[in-house]
Structure formats: C-alpha cells, structure tokens
C-alpha cells in the first residue's frame, strides 16, 4: 500500500494550497520542500541581523478571497496591510502620485491634464468591468476546445454566453486588451506621458517583452484582478512579509494533517506502466503515493524528474518550446532611514506606497532595447517598496528595509558585447547590476547611498538557482496569451492532468497562472479530488 495518498512537491504557496485542501478533504498529504523555509518566492527571511526580507515577492492583491475564507488564513496569521497609492518621481523635479484617495488622486492627475483626471474614472471602471468578466474565468479547470467531453462544452459555451452578454464597448475592450500593447491601450484614455508610463509598468511584469509589444495590454488585466476585503486593484503588504502568507496557509494544511518536510529535495517522479507512483528525494529516500502533485514549473517536472523518454512526443515538444525568459531582478536594500526623494523631500506618506522608477514611455521602451539585445537595463524600471513603515516588526527601531524589483535583467547575457561591461554571466555581473540600481534611485533620491547598510542582489540565475523557478521567470512561465488558459502549461494539459497518469500540476505555470493567487493549488486539488479517490 501507498505511503501517503498524494505526494505534493514543493512547499511554496500553491502547493500548500493544494495540500491544504486535500488534506482538510480527508486525504493523507506529504509536501516535500526542497529548501530550509516554506513558502517558495512568496517568502520572508532574516537575510541581515534583525532585517527581515520579502525575497522574492514583496506585495499581494491576487491572492483569492475564497481561499482566505476557506482556510481561515486570518486564525493562521494572515493579516494584509494597505499600501497607499504609487508615487513616480520624474526627472525634472516634479512627481504623480496616485493614493487609494479617488478625490485626491483625481486632483493630483488634474495636476499634470485636466482630460486625463475624468478619463481616470472611466478607465477605472472600464478595468473593473473587464476584471468582473474575467474573474469566474480564474476559479474554473480551462475547457479544452479540442474535446467533445460535454462538461467542457459547457464550459466553453458559458464562456460565450457572458461575452455575448458584455455591453459592446466592454466587447471591444476584451479583444483589445488581448491583443494590443500596454502603452496603444492606455493611449485610448491618456495623454499624460509619465501617468502612461507608471500605468503600463503593470503589462511588462515577470515578461520578456516592451510596454510597446502586443500582448502587454493583458498582463494589465492580470494584475488588476486583485481583490483586498472585495475592494479592486488594491495592494497591500503581509504583516512579516510573503512568507506570512505561506506560512498561515500552511498552518491551515498542518491542521488538517497534512504532513509537510523541510530540505526534503525531490530528484525523480517514480513512474511504473505510464503512471506515477512515488517520488526519490536527493538523499535516496523513497516516498510512494496514489497520485503526485507537482507545484513546479513544466521543465523540472518533466525534464528534470521525469525525463522525455516516458513522455509522448509531442508534449515533449510543448515542453521545450514553453517560455520562461526571465527579466526580473531583486535588489533587497537594509536601510539606516529613508530615501529622501528630491521632487518631494521628507518621510511623507508617498514613502508608505509603492515607489516607481518610471518617468516615461520612452525610458521604460528603451529599458527594454538593451535587455532585448542581451544587456540588462542601464536605467531600469524599479518598483519600490518599505514594508517597514507600516509593519515595524521587519526591521530594527529607526532602520528600514527596502525591497526593489527590477526589470530588465534577462537571464541570458550576450557573451560578448560591445559593451565590455556587459559581456559575461550573472556571477560576473551581479554586483554591478546592484550598483546600476542603486545609481539610478540615487538620480531621484541622492542619499540613498549614505544610508544603505546592506544590500541583496537577486539576478535571474539567482532566482532561478534559490527557488527553482527555470530561468528566473517570477511566473514559471510567462503570462503571454499563448500560454494562457488552455494553452497553459501546454495545448491539452491545462486541466492540471499530465501525460503521466497519476501525475497532477497545481503550481504558477498552470491556469491561471503567477502571482501569489493561490487559484492554481486550488483549482488543481479541486479535479484531483474529483478525478482520484483515497487510498
Ligand atoms: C522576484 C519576484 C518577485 C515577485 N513579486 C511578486 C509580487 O510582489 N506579488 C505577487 O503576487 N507575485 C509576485 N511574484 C510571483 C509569485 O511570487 C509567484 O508566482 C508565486 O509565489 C509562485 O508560487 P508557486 O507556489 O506556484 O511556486 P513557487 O513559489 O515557485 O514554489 C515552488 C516550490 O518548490 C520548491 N522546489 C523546487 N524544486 C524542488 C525540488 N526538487 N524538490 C522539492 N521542492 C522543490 C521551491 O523551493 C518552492 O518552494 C514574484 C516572484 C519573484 C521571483
């Protein structure tokens, strides 16, 4: 008999929320986390004395609030903090920041166009309309419109009913933001430069691609689903970083049995007559179970513990052809005070938001010239925040902690360049893109080099080396339309089913995909416990 009735491998939050919702349905659950700290890129640790880091992740908006309800996460620990509005410093002196405030914000756009403060209201609610379509799309197992399984018929013939529904602007709306750039659909509203600039920020996160690329417009839309106490495209911060959240879905797992180990790496996903059945850790242990869930992306899954040969061809292929090029880095700054921004000097409340480094369309297209040929950005986006002046736990009295998320760092260098500063590998280059972050927040807020005492510099190798994620991409796969819905991981297999029978995926590279949402645990538990039964 099998040891355990699902074997879930890895301990960040999806996996965890799958492993939650098995459990609490009577089903003996082993989670196996490769690292030392549960949580994946949704994580906190101590990294300097006294200093505790959001790594990776460093807000949360996704995260559904159907799976806070279900598990109780607020008795496990979860408590979210509002972050107040962006603040976007700009090169000649002047600043635009937008505060949860609608009267404030509607002033300060007024500020910069007058055309631009009505056409704000209408965006606003625009998004939420397009969210409100999207929303039941992010709790539903994608259809595969290739079946003729009625179930799926029916799912898709509910998808065509609601767009048939839409108002026709709402319609048009869709198809745009499936199809344009982030800046081309912003141009439909704005005028203001720097108010499209920081907006379009949202459409190139965790993507190889410009704010000018098509496609750009959806990744938008991604990030507008959020949902905090129902109110949309709202971002708060963790009381004791990322890792709180995982940490209190994990505490919902471990209540309902589940039994989760630590630096328990798995290297191989043990397969007998096309079916899974147990997994071999690094040290050799052995672990059996009916049916094994992983929260990896497609290339450790498949690749890495499976191996092709056990795998149809042409999912071997879709495999290979998946992408991740990641282009983000992660600079976590240790702080004696405050960046002291020169556009609007003091420890005001724009320092308690998100901080964002992007004056400009065209500054944040050229970040993306340099790293499209193999460099990364020389003047970066960079999207700030200082979780420690809403939650003082994470630093010592009087120091801050400053998280910097940075794009463009792609993960494959240009060997040689003409550039000679920019030839060569991450190891090489990982201090001077440090250095690059931190004279471009120096060019706003000159002091910061006074007051940093310690530094962390996350390049795509490292994220990639840290938390498993294949090339550094934040989303185990990029959130590009061709790897969306039921084409996600690959065309046939986004119903969190494999080719390997047995065998289930529940992490970020599923639908709907990255982001701390949790939706992929849960979506996945939901068939496993529909398709499986216990042991
Ligand atoms: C730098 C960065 C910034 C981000 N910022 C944000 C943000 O601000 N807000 C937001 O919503 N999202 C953000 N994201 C994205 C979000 O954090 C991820 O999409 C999400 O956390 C992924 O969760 P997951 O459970 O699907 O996968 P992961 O978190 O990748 O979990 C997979 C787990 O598997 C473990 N593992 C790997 N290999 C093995 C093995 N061989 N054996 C056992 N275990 C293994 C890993 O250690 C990890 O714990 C960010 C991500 C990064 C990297």
Redesign the pocket.
């Known amino acids: 008999m099998a040891n355990y009735d699902v074997i879930i ?7 965890l929320v799958n492993a939650a919702y098995l459990a609490r349905a009577g089903r003996r659950v082993l989670v ?4 030392h700290v549960l ?4 994580v906190t640790e101590e990294i300097f004395p006294g200093f505790k880091f959001s790594v ?7 995260l559904r609030p159907e799976i806070i309800r279900e598990l109780d996460l607020p008795r496990h620990g979860l408590e979210i903090l509002p972050l107040d509005g962006t603040f976007t410093p700009m090169p000649n002196g002047d600043y635009l920041w937008r505060v949860n405030d609608h009267a404030k914000t509607r002033r300060e756009i007024a500020r910069h166009s007058r055309v631009d403060a009505e056409a704000y209201e209408e965006y606003g609610k625009a998004m939420v309309e397009m969210g409100r379509f999207v929303k039941p799309i992010l709790t539903m197992t994608p259809p595969d419109p290739t079946s003729l399984d009625p179930r799926g018929l029916m799912d898709l013939l509910f998808l065509g009913r609601r767009f048939r529904d839409l108002p026709d602007q709402d319609k048009y709306n869709q198809v745009q933001l499936m199809t344009m750039s982030a800046v081309d659909f912003l141009d439909q509203w704005f005028e203001t430069d720097v108010l499209k600039a920081t907006m379009s920020a949202s459409g190139i996160i ?1 993507t190889f691609l410009g704010v000018r690329s098509p496609g750009t417009a959806y990744v938008l839309l991604h990030h507008y689903m959020g949902e905090i106490d129902g109110a949309f495209r709202s971002w708060g911060l963790s009381r004791g970083g990322t890792g709180a959240i995982s940490n209190a879905i994990g505490n919902a797992a471990r209540e309902a049995r589940a039994e989760i180990r630590l630096e ?4 191989r996903i043990l397969v007998k007559g096309g079916a899974a059945t147990g997994v071999v850790l690094e040290n050799g242990d052995t672990f059996t179970a009916g049916v094994v869930s992983s ?2 992306d497609p290339r ?1 899954t498949f690749t890495n513990m499976i191996g092709e040969e056990h795998l149809p061809a042409e999912f071997v292929e879709d495999v290979r052809r998946y992408k991740y090029r990641g282009s ?1 880095g ?1 600079v976590n700054l240790a702080l004696d005070g405050l960046p002291d921004f020169r556009c609007l000097p003091g420890a005001g409340t724009h320092l308690r938001g998100a901080i964002s480094i992007s004056p400009s369309v065209d500054y944040m297209e050229r970040a993306y010239d340099e790293a499209k040929y193999g460099r990364y950005s020389r003047r970066p986006y960079i999207d700030m925040v200082i979780p420690s002046l809403t939650d003082p736990s994470v630093a010592p009295p009087g120091k801050h902690v400053m998280s910097c ?1 940075v794009q463009y760092a792609p993960y494959h260098l240009k060997e040689s360049s003409a550039r000679s500063d920019h030839g060569g590998t991450w190891d090489e280059h990982r201090e001077a893109f440090g250095d690059t972050v931190i004279n471009t927040i120096a060019e706003y807020a000159p002091n910061i080099r006074d007051i940093i005492l310690h530094r962390q510099v ?1 390049t795509p190798l490292d ?1 990639e080396r840290t ?3 294949s090339e550094g991409n ?3 796969g990029e959130l590009t339309l061709e790897q969306l819905f039921f084409l996600r991981p690959a065309p046939g297999w986004a119903r969190y089913r494999t080719p390997i029978r047995n065998l289930y995926m529940c ?2 590279a599923t639908h709907p995909g ?4 949790g939706a ?2 849960r979506n996945a538990a939901m068939r496993i416990l529909k398709e499986t039964s216990a042991r």
């Open positions: 491998i890895g301990g960040g939050h999806n996996g196996l986390e490769r690292r949580g994946g890129a949704a990776a992740s460093y807000v949360v908006s996704l965790g328990a790496a798995v290297s929260s990896l450790q983000s992660k998320f996350l994220i938390f498993g994620l934040i989303f185990q992490g970020s990255g982001g701390i949402m992929p645990g």
